[in-house]
């Protein structure tokens, strides 16, 4: 199994990323799909996460209303769109694959597979 996150930068504040991960080795249509970040020096946190058919969604109150997270499961991909960045959000982005239904889906241990992060460094 591989994830590939990708699509990471530098960006001024206000500003817009959108994140990508590709996923091979898995039967991608069959997992909820995660996004979660790591600032330096602070543990990894949930972001959004995505249910196996893309019907459901559920983000972290500090990117409500300004993060996307959808999925193409045609492409094995899964996207996060990034608007209104600021200085809080710089961190390492990271995909995760899970079989969990929906509760505890924000808990990082639930996730089986994981890529490696994509930097996002927002500039003030």
């Known amino acids: 199994v591989q994830l590939q996150a990708y699509g990471g930068g530098l960006v001024q504040a206000g500003g817009s990323l959108r994140l990508s991960c590709a996923a091979s080795g898995l039967a991608f249509s069959g997992y909820r799909m995660g996004w979660f970040r790591q600032a330096p020096g602070k543990e990894r946190e949930f972001v959004a996460h995505i249910s196996a058919n893309g019907g459901t969604t559920a983000y972290s109150d500090s990117v409500k209303g300004r993060f996307t997270i959808s999925r193409d499961n045609a492409k094995n991909t899964v996207y996060l769109q990034m608007n209104t960045l600021g200085p809080e959000d710089t961190a390492d982005y990271f995909c995760?694959?899970?079989?969990?239904?929906?509760?505890?889906?924000?808990?990082?241990?639930?996730?089986?597979?994981w890529g490696k992060g994509t930097l996002v460094t927002v500039s003030s």
């Open positions: 995760a694959a899970s079989r969990i239904i929906l509760s505890g889906a924000r808990i990082p241990s639930n996730y089986l597979y």
